[in-house]
């Protein structure tokens, strides 16, 4: 009689309730000139915003954006910010064969991650050599597992973040893509499925998270509208809901059949507007929808 009685209530109950257990953050990518220029100020506008969490994408000689990791924290905090996730790209380099281990340097990346406090330590890149090379690709996905070992110790989750190739590019007659979700241990790597950057390749993200349902930790969450074709792309992102792509739909599955629990909007062209401006925008629009 509950199940039946539950299926008759508005799903906008279920959303709030919902909305709980979801975190939304911002991709600081999306303000990289500002970031650049001024990050303490640019934090301060991101803050007043209203967002509650952003996410890295700038760490260099063991710095955020050019503090340590105690600094960077000491400058969220101040402003009620939180960091749950970032972006450092791990190569092949980053692991030691002779050693059978992780260089240093990948090292000190999952111990500052740690500092900050983050949940997922996110790569968003594969090395060009490695996405052709079925024997790279195998060590590769070897390295990924055990990059989840080395977080799980601190409590966190390797990540990995796609961008358009891993659609075009083919392993056998599978996507690059389905490569790496099937050959990475769920309970060690999360996957943050980025909506807008697989668009142009032909991916589509609801038809990803219903053949790999609970494999989606995290989302970034764009927008695309169609632009003259540039760099092989012919999209570019923009506002949430002013684009083409179904937005409300694939966050909704990602909450509900994705195992999404952290939504990461970027936003990485602007049409003329504040890159600031965009993002607050968006995360009204987000909170509209229950987020």
């Not at 939304?24 to 999306?30: D, E």
């Not at 500092?115 to 490695?130: A, C, N, R, Y």
């Not at 056998?172 to 390749?201: K, S």
């Not at 032909?202 to 509208?225: C, T, W």
Request: charged share 25%; with cysteine.
């Amino acid at each position: 009689m509950a199940v039946a009685g539950a299926a008759l209530l508005p799903d906008s109950l279920f959303a709030a309730t919902d909305s709980k257990l979801k975190r939304v953050g911002v991709q600081l990518y999306s303000v990289r000139d500002a970031m650049k220029a001024d990050p303490q100020g640019t934090l301060k506008k991101i803050a007043d915003a209203g967002y509650a969490h952003v996410e890295h994408a700038n760490y260099i000689d063991r710095k955020f954006y050019g503090y340590t990791a105690k600094e960077f924290k000491k400058i969220l905090a101040d402003l009620d910010l939180k960091m749950p996730s970032g972006h450092t790209v791990m190569t092949p380099q980053h692991w030691d064969a002779a050693k059978n281990d992780f260089t240093d340097a990948w090292k000190y990346t999952v111990e500052d991650a740690a500092t900050m406090g983050q949940k997922f330590v996110i790569s968003p890149w594969l090395d060009e050599k490695v996405r052709t090379d079925t024997d790279a690709l195998k060590r590769t996905m070897e390295q990924f597992n055990k990059c989840g070992e080395l977080c799980k110790q601190s409590s966190m989750m390797f990540g990995y973040h796609n961008h358009n190739f891993e659609i075009s590019t083919k392993v056998g007659d599978i996507t690059l893509y389905d490569y790496i979700i099937q050959n990475t241990d769920p309970a060690l790597v999360a996957q943050q499925i980025d909506i807008g950057n697989m668009y142009t390749t032909g991916g589509r993200a609801l038809e990803f998270i219903n053949k790999y349902p609970g494999r989606f930790q995290s989302m970034h969450v764009k927008d695309e509208i169609k632009v003259p074709p540039h760099g092989g792309d012919d999209t570019e992102s923009t506002i949430l809901g002013a684009g083409i792509l179904p937005v409300r739909d694939i966050v909704k599955a990602g909450a509900k059949k994705g195992g999404t629990s952290l939504f990461i909007i970027e936003q990485e062209a602007y049409q003329g507007k504040d890159p600031i401006d965009c993002v607050k925008i968006d995360l009204q629009i987000m909170k509209k929808w229950g987020y």
